[in-house]
């Protein structure tokens, strides 16, 4: 029998990387397939059709005992959306297809279209198709996103230059964060019964369960005639996004411990979870901030924009990806985000 | 506690028009959205960008136990441009999202991957991006197919016209009874663990196991400057697509039990497990042939058309929905295809 690999011995990137290895395109409209936030359809001369697909599975994605419908169905619009604005494109269309198990009643798929409804209405999607089918067991939600870009706006992850700023919007961990308040309140629940107890966890929470996508920032930076250089966004974790930008794009990079915006309730529940704040704020998932890079002419611009934080600069591939910490150490990054795939 | 519904109480259908009625369109380039084989969106002056999307779930959909995973691969690409031919549109490219459980090898993920490449190259599609992820238990598929079709050629379902000619290619209800063939031997081998007999039955298992699109067909309407009135492709059985094209462009219909195009070995196999063929060729699912009315002007040029039949002819609404059988009588048609959610 031949050897059989497991998906854990090779990861989710192992795994893309060799089932995508024998595709190649025929159409020259396919400007940019596999490999970024979105794949990209050019559909004009000067516009491109851009395009991303997520799959959301219960028991691995999410935990419907402190997940209710609706913000899950918000969440699962904003982080297809998301990967859209990553390419500096505009959403305007998903579809939304769901496999449901017998449990669900049609008053609970109901709760999951609300929620995606206010997405739709929030970011000014149009919803225009999709399935239902049912499932053998729990609720799986795939939604594809579709917008569009400006050709020569279009931001990838390959085209981070040596010297260029290195940038984040909002803050960093709080959505990890929420996500521990949440799994030890289902724990004491389920364990003495007692009522989970979420006063005074409001921010982190809601960074977790309904995360908004950082739009208006992408509204500053075309007002202010800046182009970034590359983009993506912080879906499994800083560092993690870190490494997709500087291995595309044949750079390293120096980020500065100081400079990582972090909200106060995050270090507030970091100290009640005695966890390093820089952890969540390196590794968490489920941010949907935007990492982006831009000249570095752009310094003043930029550091007037709200909500934009410069922390780092590229460098030279050879240099390796690093944090500088406030005691001014070199700290090599790990690149250990989020994934399904347990190893 | 409000009342709870049961998605079954309420069925597919009634599940979609529930969910989707909030939600209304805010793009001018959202042309048409839930309800038809494809979503469709303006693109130039003069053509359209048709969007289609499918979820395959193991245990309702397909069983590995009989579907070798290359197969299951091919016939999911063909699945979903299948719609996009149904609204006379061009396949262009595809997004694959899988969710998987540990229980698969990178070798057995690959062989899936096999399938949708081979089929990829058969139907010249670009592979553009997709999602992978672990699942609790077993293989769930997610493909959203994107085409092209020029505005003025495209076929809708709600445009049929009393009058026009009723017309399916190729031939009914083949893969039906192929389904038949490996439930029977799938229930052989775990009672007496007898090796499957599939010798004989090669053209009706290729038909549910690696179905193909009529592709040569719509290039035949095309040399011959016919552009369907409406059009769908039989994804859940003639009946069931009938009433679709019927209701949405309130018309009823006449088809001939006698025009009904049908393969010899369906037929056989029919005989074999007593089926009166009849029954799989109006509510046999995983046809993936196209359904679609023309102007009756067009009788003699579509008669030349190989691969093409026609069935019928639409009525005005109240007459309803009939079959007329080869005794002459008017049996009305229902519309019992597959359906995912159990009655």
């Known amino acids: 029998m031949t050897k059989q690999t497991t998906l854990a011995e090779i990861g989710e990137f192992g795994l893309i990387e ?73 959403p305007s269309h998903i579809t939304v297809s769901i496999a449901v198990s017998a449990k669900f009643s049609v008053e609970a798929i109901e709760q999951l279209y609300e929620g995606i409804h206010l997405a739709c209405k929030t970011y000014t999607i149009d919803l225009i198709g999709g399935d239902t089918t049912s499932s053998v067991t729990g609720l799986t939600i795939s939604i594809t ?4 870009a400006e050709t020569s706006a279009i931001t990838y992850r390959n085209t981070a230059r040596v010297n260029d700023l290195i940038c984040v919007t909002g803050n960093l961990g709080a959505a990890y964060m929420g996500l521990q ?7 004491v629940f389920t364990q003495a019964g007692a009522q989970p107890k979420l006063e005074g966890y409001e921010y982190v929470l809601q960074r977790q369960l309904k995360p908004e996508s950082p739009k208006n920032v992408l509204e ?14 912080i879906s499994d974790g800083l560092s993690s996004e870190l490494f997709h930008i500087c291995k595309q794009s044949g750079v390293g990079c120096n980020i500065y411990e100081e400079k990582l915006p972090v909200h106060e309730q995050t270090v507030e529940v970091c100290n009640e979870f005695s966890i390093e704040p820089l952890i969540p704020m390196l590794h968490g998932g489920d941010d949907y901030e935007l990492l982006f890079t831009v000249d570095i002419t752009n310094y003043d611009t930029i550091s007037k924009i709200q909500d934009i934080h410069i922390i780092g600069s590229i460098t030279q591939a050879d240099k390796g990806l690093h944090l500088i910490s406030k005691a001014g150490d070199h700290v ?5 985000g989020w994934t399904s795939f347990a190893q």
Chains 1, 2 share one sequence.
């Open 181 to 187: 308040i949440l799994q030890r309140e289902k724990a």
């Open 332 to 336: 090599p990054l790990k690149a250990q």
């Open 145 to 148: 996103a579709i917008g569009t």
């Open 220 to 233: 500053s930076l075309k007002k202010a005639n800046i182009i970034p250089t590359s983009m993506i966004d």
């Open 18 to 90: 060799r089932i995508t290895k024998p595709f190649t395109h025929n159409h020259k409209s396919t400007k940019y397939g596999v490999g970024d936030d979105c794949a990209v359809i050019t559909s004009s001369k000067t516009t491109c059709t851009v395009i991303t697909t997520d799959m959301l599975v219960e028991g691995i994605h999410f935990d419907l005992i402190y997940t209710p419908l609706k913000h899950l169905g918000y969440k699962a619009v904003v982080a297809n959306i998301s990967d859209i604005y990553a390419m500096n494109g505009t």
